[in-house]
Antibody
Framework: QVTLRESGPARVKPTQTLTLTCTFSGFSLDTSGMSVSWIRQPPGKALEWLAL???????YYCPSLETRLTISRDTSKNQVVLTMTNVDPMDTATYYC????????????WGQGTMVTVSS | QSVLTQPPSASGTPGQRVTISCSGSSSNIGLNHVYWYRQLPGTAPKVLIYRNNQRSSGVPARFSASKSGTSASLAISGLRSEDEADYYC??????????FGGGTKVTVL
């Protein structure tokens, strides 16, 4: 059974760095074609893809946020970590991690999401 | 503002057919597959359609999708109350990032 679970702080202050962890089970990020993405959704708004890390440890980022994001993986712990620097109230959102099995494939498994509020 | 363009809302009465459009460009929909996700309130999205027109496991045949050029569409026939949800299209963009539509809220009148 494939599961993903996001964890991180529920609240951060503006200008701080946000660190989110996706802990997964039921698959290996070392499997050819596999990738894990971070996707967020501000309250009442649309989904926004943030970053992806794949089985070859290659990382891809949303162009408008690339300078603030870093995605990394720890295959021994089955975790993917996203850091976002210099957060702003507009970064308030539910953050999801999701898996794709191969390149150009569906996000076929999602975590339940973790709500992060940026406020002083 | 989302890269893919969807109407913000669509509605119909039970039994009717509803269509949702998704417009992109030559760097995303024009070159790569389109995916459709359904999101119920307070829950994570779930894949409905993958690779333009393939229904995900368990998705009824009332849901169909197509792609032509730089646009795609999702159709729901025989509309049911449980189809009320937000629907999102997505595609890989050749600038090496995923792009989503702004979402369409489907209401069953």
């Amino acid at each position: 059974q494939v599961t993903l679970r996001e964890s991180g702080p529920a609240r951060v202050k503006p200008t701080q760095t946000l660190t989110l962890t996706c802990t997964f089970s039921g698959f290996s990020l070392d499997t050819s074609g596999m990738s894990v993405s971070w996707i967020r959704q501000p309250p009442g708004k649309a989904l926004e893809w943030l970053a992806l890390i794949d089985w070859e440890d290659d990382a891809y980022y949303c162009p408008s946020l690339e300078t603030r994001l870093t995605i990394s993986r720890d295959t021994s712990k089955n975790q993917v970590v996203l850091t976002m620097t210099n957060v702003d109230p507009m970064d308030t959102a539910t953050y999801y991690c999701a898996r794709t099995l191969t390149e150009d494939d569906a996000f076929d498994a999602w975590g339940q999401g973790t709500m992060v509020t940026v406020s002083s | 503002q989302s890269v893919l363009t969807q109407p913000p809302s669509a509605s119909g009465t039970p039994g009717q057919r509803v269509t949702i459009s998704c417009s992109g460009s030559s760097s995303n929909i024009g070159l790569n597959h389109v995916y459709w996700y359904r999101q119920l309130p307070g829950t994570a999205p779930k894949v409905l359609i993958y690779r333009n027109n393939q229904r995900s496991s368990g998705v009824p045949a009332r849901f169909s999708a197509s792609k032509s050029g730089t646009s795609a569409s999702l159709a729901i026939s025989g509309l049911r109350s449980e189809d009320e949800a937000d629907y999102y299209c997505a595609a890989w963009d050749d600038s090496l990032n995923w792009v989503f539509g702004g979402g369409t809220k489907v209401t069953v009148l």
